[in-house]
Antibody
Framework: EVQLVESGGGLVKPGGSLRLSCAASGFTFSSYSMNWVRQAPGKGLEWVSSISSSSSYIYYADSVKGRFTISRDNAKNSLYLQMNSLRAEDTAVYYC???????????WGQGTLVTVSS | DIQMTQSPSSLSASVGDRVTITCQAS??????LNWYQQKPGKAPKLLIY???NLETGVPSRFSGSGSGTDFTFTISSLQPEDIATYYCQQYDNPPELTFGGGTKVEIK
């Protein structure tokens, strides 16, 4: 059974940092691109960042470029999102989702809540 | 950036009704469109991929159609468990994908 489990969310002050993790199981993690998507409270879905299977290609939404860093460890079946210089508008539930050349978003994690507030 | 305009933003229908949601892309995205269902406090669930293909295990009352810029998502007979928010998503030019604004479906 495919599982994606996020962790690392919490309350952080503006300007602070947080590192999210996504633990994958039930599939060959190293064969899939992985993504972060976020959802602000009561709002819609926003793509944040993507990383290819071997980390050769990395992309960010303009809203997080220069502040967030996506990475993965295929040996540990894990995806990460390092978030620096956090702003109130980064408050959201952060989901990890897998993708491939044939399908985007067939599995998502349950999400982890990041709250940026003083 | 490709913009996705989804309508309506909310709807109320009776059990057994046919429900239709539309999504319009700001440019041609071929058939690179997904439809998701999201229930409160849960992650989005993929229902339809490539505009019209039903994801494994998804009830056949859900369907999708369209290509290019205009897409439609249909629930042929609304059930109580279908109460959720539905989102379209384009992936014509990954990784820069975009979502529609969502349609909240309620029971009348």
């Amino acid at each position: 059974e495919v599982q994606l489990v996020e962790s690392g969310g919490g309350l952080v002050k503006p300007g602070g940092s947080l590192r999210l993790s996504c633990a994958a199981s039930g599939f060959t993690f190293s064969s899939y691109s992985m993504n972060w998507v976020r959802q602000a409270p009561g709002k819609g879905l926003e793509w944040v960042s993507s990383i290819s299977s071997s980390s050769s290609y990395i992309y960010y939404a303009d809203s997080v470029k220069g502040r967030f860093t996506i990475s993965r460890d295929n040996a540990k079946n894990s995806l990460y999102l390092q978030m620096n210089s956090l702003r109130a508008e980064d408050t959201a539930v952060y989901y990890c989702a897998r993708s491939s050349t044939s399908c985007w978003g067939d599995y998502w994690g349950q999400g982890t809540l990041v709250t940026v507030s003083s | 950036d490709i913009q996705m305009t989804q309508s309506p933003s909310s709807l109320s229908a009776s059990v057994g009704d046919r429900v239709t949601i539309t999504c319009q892309a700001s440019q041609d995205i071929s058939n690179y469109l997904n439809w998701y269902q999201q229930k409160p406090g849960k992650a989005p669930k993929l229902l339809i991929y490539d505009a019209s293909n039903l994801e494994t295990g998804v009830p056949s009352r859900f369907s999708g159609s369209g290509s290019g810029t205009d897409f439609t998502f249909t629930i042929s007979s609304l059930q109580p468990e279908d109460i959720a928010t539905y989102y379209c998503q384009q992936y014509d030019n990954p990784p820069e994908l975009t979502f529609g604004g969502g349609t909240k479906v309620e029971i009348k």
